[in-house]
């Protein structure tokens, strides 16, 4: 482990402390985070864990309601989704 790593705070890439669910059901870094030196690393490390798969499929679904996206693509965004999460989880 190097001296970067021992230096990170326990919440980096906890997905739902650095980019939790708001009232009006979407996402948002809190205040604090925003303050954050490694905010970018640690959100993208967040987003790229297994929940934060589910959370891209959650916003091609939506696009795909709001008509922003057709059938065709959000079928092949959410086979690519899936296939990583299986890459993460092990089973792929």
Do not use: N
């Amino acid at each position: 482990m190097t001296a970067d790593k021992k230096r990170l705070p326990p919440c980096f890439g906890d997905l739902e402390t650095v980019f939790p669910e708001g009232a009006d059901g979407f996402r948002h870094s809190p205040e604090a985070c925003l303050q954050c030196a490694g905010k970018t690393e640690c959100l993208r490390s967040a987003m790229q864990s297994g929940q934060g798969l589910r959370v891209r499929e959650t916003s091609v679904d939506r696009a795909y309601a709001s008509g922003m996206i057709g059938f065709f693509e959000r079928w092949s965004q959410k086979k690519e989704l899936d296939a990583r999460r299986k890459l993460k989880d092990g089973k792929g």
